[in-house]
């Protein structure tokens, strides 16, 4: 819609509906029928017949648990990582080597990881009701941050927070991966790739993860021993 310049407004003018209708199938409020889809598309741009294609299979199958793939140079699928964390009441992140992007101060995203004055991942921290979060960390990804004492106060903060879990793991037998439980998409698993994205609703998928999850919580610890004795180690060296 915003590629084809459009607004809520002019797009449902320029399609004849109104503008509750547009506004429940872009929500996900309702099933889009296929001759509504088509209309969509071809308003909006999408030329590609096999892009085209691929959105009316997934419409007509939509009742089916499938994947996705997210790829850095195409928006095709709308439904970014993003999108699912503002939608979720709860959200599990592993993160064995590496902080999610929930944890990073504001001054580190905004240097390292986009020109954005915003960070849209952190905004579900201050929303009202924010989801139930819980964040399991390898010790890799702790110590990796033992040089900034900042980010260690920040990391320590966000831990306190009432809604948060922070737990802290040695065991980092499987790649990162984020649960999500979404209000419109149910449970969905995401897995972050080299160039892409992954995401599956497959149920023997997420019960392997949820299994997974189970696992790692079981061998896990407080983080706030260490956190505080590695910001210790800051306040005791003179300035």
Not at 188 to 197: A, C, D, I, K, W
Request: charged residues 15%; hydrophobic residues 35%; glycine residues 4%.
């Amino acid at each position: 819609m915003q590629a084809a310049n459009h607004t809520n407004t002019t797009l449902a003018a320029t399609l004849g509906w109104d503008r509750s209708k547009l506004s429940r199938l872009t929500g996900g409020q309702r099933r889009v029928p296929l001759p509504d889809l088509v209309h969509l598309l071809v308003t909006c741009g999408h030329t590609s017949k096999a892009d085209r294609d691929q959105l009316l299979a997934l419409a007509t199958h939509h009742r089916v648990p499938h994947h996705w793939q997210n790829h850095l140079n195409t928006d095709l699928y709308a439904t970014t990582q993003t999108d699912l964390e503002h939608d979720s009441i709860a959200i599990t992140y592993y993160a064995p080597t590496a902080l999610p992007d929930i944890l990073h101060t504001p001054e580190h995203h905004h240097a390292h990881l986009t020109a954005s004055p915003l960070v849209p991942t952190q905004t579900i921290l201050t929303r009202p009701n924010p989801p139930k979060i819980t964040i399991i960390l390898g010790t890799p990804a702790l110590h990796a941050l033992a040089a900034n004492p900042d980010r260690l106060r920040h990391l320590a903060a966000t831990g306190r927070r009432p809604h948060i879990s922070l737990r802290l793991t040695t065991d980092l037998s499987t790649g990162p991966f984020t649960l999500l439980h979404t209000h419109v998409c149910g449970k969905v698993l995401h897995l972050p790739l080299h160039t892409s994205s992954l995401y599956t609703e497959h149920p023997a998928t997420l019960r392997a993860y949820d299994a997974i999850t189970t696992h790692l919580l079981h061998n896990t610890t407080g983080p706030t021993p260490i956190l505080n004795r590695l910001i210790a180690v800051h306040e005791r060296i003179p300035a």
